[in-house]
């Protein structure tokens, strides 16, 4: 596969002894120093839906110069929630929340994106505005379901069809959260069309049961996302947004019948407003007569795409090297590792030892515990680096 023109920052020389990894990119208008990104991680210390002043630390502590940072999923409006205490930016408090923190990644030159969010019947009549269900492209509700830690998620409530023309009131909460992001500072939003939630509740095709215009073929269930990123283009500018998709997940029973079809026509369709990247979720590997295999591959999205192509999904060192080196992909996200090691970009530099993540604390509310304590290579910066 060719390189895309104007991608790569021709530094051969200063470059030369580079890891694959850490050689500069220009993604849009931004120079990134590294292809190592902060994957957007639900931390659930953002008590009352309001980001907290740890949080400075925390992304202060994952950030590098010119190091590409993308925050924790972020709600979009009251109806969006479905987890405790994560974030939102629909309130002018959230906003003003929000701020230091873009300042502190600012301040040590990182590129900050801010990931909007909506959950839809990932959710149940406690998080919702006056008790009421859940909103989704369906009525058919979830089983319940265990954390990445084993313990159980909240109880979930049946949700509600949206009819057609409440679909706009919900597109219009994602452009108006994408204007409060670049007020807080933000650099860009990531939309979050994956995973289960929302958006990709209406993509997927053994969720979405609808027979308006957002249900039944290929295009009609991809027209409320594509509706939504056109809206957000439209008020910030298409320079300022990604898209994150997981068309071969079933995360949340959210599964399609042709995730390849899927992820391709979203790839294509996202050219037609010249979005700045599109951030993709590996297909996971199944056990084939005993052996690890993925029958999926990223690669027909990448290559259709034309903007920056970002993977994500279980890399380390040695297989991120490769994607970056093969083309596969143009940057790679990590989470688990970057949540552990906040100096990850160096310790892959250095071939250091990682340290291992806990997922007992993943979602835990100790703003220290598990979020801001993991040690640095030098241990004397280990908080207050």
Known sequence: MEVKEGNRIDATTSNENKIPLLTPYKMGNFHLSHRVVLAPLTRQRSYGNVPQPHAILYYAQRTTKGGLLITEATGVSDTAQGYSDTPGIWTKEQVEAWKPIVDAVHAKGGIFICQLWHVGRVSNYGFQPNGQAPISCTDKGLTPQIRANGEPLEDFSPPRRLKTEEIPQIVNDFRIASRNAIEAGFDGVEIHGANGYLLDQFMKDNVNDRTDIYGGTLQNRCRFTLEVVEAVVNEIGADKVGVRLSPFTDFMESSDSN?????????????????????????????????????????????????????VGGYLREDGNKAIADNYADLIAYGRWFLANPDLPKRFELNAPLNKYDRKTFYTSDPVRGYIDYPFLDSNTAVFN
């Open 259 to 311: 995730p390849d079809a899927l992820g391709l026509y979203m790839a294509e369709s996202l050219n037609k407003y010249g979005i700045l990247y599109c951030h993709m979720i590996e297909p996971r590997m199944k056990l084939v007569f005993d052996k690890l295999v993925t029958p999926h591959s990223l690669l027909p999205m990448r290559k259709a795409f034309n903007g920056t192509f970002i993977a």
